[in-house]
Every structure is written in structure tokens, then in C-alpha cells.
């Protein structure tokens, strides 16, 4: 997967963004005829065939952006870079090591989740129903997560950079928008009842949280745009920050819901979850205003 990323890269600063896309599509064609192929035979046990079908995926998607990738080692990135912006090792770890840390930081916070709702009302059937409302918050979420890769690649003045935050802003608002009449409506009882297969009881427990988290899509899509900011100027550190504060709050906010006897526990983790991402774009946004006032300054300028 690093291996794939590290040319994924090279083609989104290089403006190949439909390669990009077009090896995830590779990636899912590939884990998929795994499975086809293993369901057909029954050669392997389910456990297996799933691990084999993603190695699989991931060799493929690897080898498409290795290709992809070529023309770009053999073109601009043959040509020496000016000394102002070549980076020494420090300086890349510099970089790296805050980005790095942000998914160490989730790894570590997210167990704390089954915890709280272990210990909250109506315990089973939050344990069923959380993976589920995440999944569902993770699928509108995802629409915004290539979108900090897009902001890295095409911020280069007060022109690209206000474009960028307003198509961020729109984008959000109507994800979000989305969420939110999906959770009002009979799709909600379609989406658990009948897709994921839920019980009745988990069908009328799931709208409240719903519609809790229907902010998150819009948020994540800021957080891409801020998190895009930050890293095209180098900064990353405030990025790990973020995470750590979302992490936190997560986890006080669940722990002071376990205290509320009256509340099921699947509410208190859309509560915590939307306050979480919420304190995390707040944050960035105190990190990303001053260049957010720069560009401001540019625009207002007198020709």
C-alpha cells in the first residue's frame, strides 16, 4: 500500500489524477475476481479468500501506478530540482512524522469506543448498530477524503485558493444535505432495515444517530480542504494537533455519556463523533487563517 501511494503521489503533483483514480478502480477489479473465482471453486475457507482477494487488490493497484507513474520518472523528475527546493532527511521527517502519527493516534483512541458503549444503556444493541452508522458516515464521508490530494496538487494563488475553499464548501453542504434527508426519510429505514440487514428495534434506534452525525460529510470535506492548506505550505504538525484533540474529545464526551444513565449509547457516539470532527475543523481553522488572511489581503488589492 505505501509502495502505491508513494507513486499515487508523484501523479497527483503531476496533475495524472484520473491514473490515480483509474488504479483504484484496477485494485477493485482485481480483489473481485479473487472472490468471484473463490466463491466458484470453494477451494479456500472465507477468512482466507477475503486476505488473498486484498494482497491481490493491492499488488495490482501497486503495479498500475508503478506503470503510470514511468512517464513522470522519465520526464520532469529527470531534471535536477533548484537547491531552494531540495529537502534533506530531517526535513522529510519533519514533514512525515506529524502525517504519520495522525492514523496512530485514531488506531489507538477508537477501541476506547466499545468501552463506553459496553457500559451504556442499551449496550447490544449499540455494539451492533455503531459499526453500521459508521460505515455509513465513512461511505458519504469518503467522497471528500481524495479532495485534501487535489488542494495539495492545485493551490497556487488567491485565485486557485478561494476556489478551492468554496467548491470545498459547496460540495459539504450538500453531502451533508443528503445525510441528512436520508435520515429523515424512509431511505433510513431502507438503508438499515433492508441493505444492512438490521433488526426492526436497530431500525428505530438508528435515525436519531443519523441524523446526529449528517454534519460529518460536510465537515470532513472542510477538514480535506484545511488539511490540503496546511500541507501545501508545510506545516503538518497542526494536522496532528487535530487529530489528537478529535481523539480526546471523542473519548470524554463518551465517558461523561456513560454517566447519563438515560441515554442510549449508540447516541452518545453520534454526539461524540460530530463534536469530535467539529473541534477538529475548528482547530485547523485557526491554523489555516492566517494564510486564508493572506490570500484574503492579495485579493483586495489594488491592481
Known sequence: MAYRRLWQGVMIRYGLTDQVGLTTVLRLIASGAVVAVGLATDILPGAALAGLALSVGVIVGAAAAWVWARPI??????KDEPKDQQINTRELLDFYIPLALTNFINFVGRPLITFGLSRALFPLESLALFPVLMSLGFLWRSVGFAYQEVVIALLENEASFF???????TIGII????????ALTPVNDFWY?????????LVNLSRLPT???SLSP???FIIAWQRGVLVNIKRTRPITIAVALNVLVFVLVMWVGTLLPSVPGIVIAGVAFMLSVVVEMLFLATQTRTVSQQFTQLKMAPA
Open 211 to 213: 441524523i446526529l452525525i
Open 163 to 169: 476556489a478551492l475553499r468554496r467548491f470545498a464548501i
Open 193 to 201: 432495515g433492508q441493505v444492512s440487514g438490521l433488526t426492526p428495534d
Open 175 to 182: 453531502l451533508s444535505g443528503l445525510l441528512l434527508f436520508m
Open 73 to 78: 520518472l522519465h520526464g520532469p523528475l529527470q
Open 218 to 220: 460536510g465537515v470532513a
